[in-house]
């Protein structure tokens, strides 16, 4: 919507300096002749916006001017409300620097929609750790933090799965995640990622950390996710499986079984699922009970039926 991106236009060059034609258009992913018409209705507007010519040339705005949070649409007042995570702030050590931001906003904001965001508030509330998760203690995060914020080397004593379990290591934190209610550190050399929960003692040096130039965490982050997954399901079975064990199925196996399953004439549907490893699939079919019959590979079919066995035997 037009007006909605006349604002982004103006909150661009207020936040960024000056900008060209060209860069604008990139950011908002129209075309030059849009930006000039943008700036010429912000200028009709009264907006003091004036454009300078040459090789360092560019939009700006006069030196002062500032846009008034009053001017916020409902929307992205919204937004703002809904991002905050209290929770978080609170772990990282800004629990009542949130409250005051919050305060600061909800004080700038013009009456109806003040009221509006404080309905909205008391709608909607994020708890981000999963159901079965136990809430994990990150004692040094605070300080890991301001490492971050800071930009300065870490020194830490570090729990590991594989021996020897606690080692030491010298890290120059890149960036804190939040993922599913627990925090981890992405920090070099590699970089490598860290769970916060996960370190023992901790010291932050005067050392300055020196992060890779054009480092993108949320892309590197994403990039990590990825091949996660993608080594994730490795192996297949061959399964048919009753209504009621598809209903509980999840992720990707049910997304395989919607996409590939073959109905049969019993009600049952034959399918091909990825799975992580014949040992995970073993404990996940057995779950499933008579509601799923694995059909390959043979070594998953026989492990079953040698549990099921063992099980008839011990039950009597």
Do not use: N
Not at 83 to 91: H, Q, Y
Not at 290 to 311: F, G, N, Q
């Amino acid at each position: 919507m037009k007006s909605g991106r006349l604002v982004s236009l103006l909150l661009l060059l207020q936040t960024r300096g000056p900008m060209t034609a060209a860069r604008l258009a990139g950011e908002l992913e129209v075309s030059v002749r849009t930006v000039y018409r943008d700036v010429e209705a912000l200028q009709a507007a009264g907006v003091p916006l004036y454009g300078d010519a040459g090789h360092r040339g560019g939009y700006r705005l006069l030196a002062g001017y500032r846009h008034r949070l009053a001017e916020l649409y409902a929307r992205e007042a919204e937004a703002l409300v809904l991002a905050g995570l209290p929770v978080a702030a609170d772990e990282l050590g800004l629990g009542p620097h949130f409250a005051d931001a919050q305060l600061k906003l909800r004080a700038a904001l013009p009456a109806p929609l003040r009221e509006h965001v404080d309905r909205l508030r008391a709608r909607f509330h994020i708890d981000a750790p999963g159901w079965y998760a136990e809430p994990t203690e990150a004692p040094f995060l605070p300080e890991v933090a301001d490492a971050v914020r800071a930009g300065r080397v870490l020194e830490v004593r570090y729990r590991r799965w594989k021996e020897p379990t606690d080692v030491d290591r010298r890290l120059e934190p890149y960036g804190l995640v939040l993922k599913a209610g627990r925090w981890y550190l992405v920090a070099g050399p590699g970089p490598r990622t860290y769970r916060v929960d996960q370190i023992l003692a901790l010291t932050v040096t005067a050392e300055e950390a020196e992060i890779p130039a054009g480092f993108d965490l949320a892309a590197h982050w994403r990039a990590g996710q990825e091949d996660f997954h993608g080594r994730l399901h490795r192996d297949e079975a061959v399964v048919r499986i009753s209504p009621r064990g598809a209903a509980r199925l999840t992720g990707a196996a049910a997304r395989a079984l919607a996409a590939g399953g073959t109905p049969e004439p019993d009600g049952w549907t034959r399918a091909t699922l990825p799975v992580e490893s014949l040992e995970h699939a073993h404990a996940t079919f057995l779950g499933l009970g008579a509601e799923v019959e694995v059909l390959a590979p043979e070594d998953l079919r026989d492990r079953i039926a040698a549990t099921v066995r063992t099980l008839a035997e011990r039950y009597g």
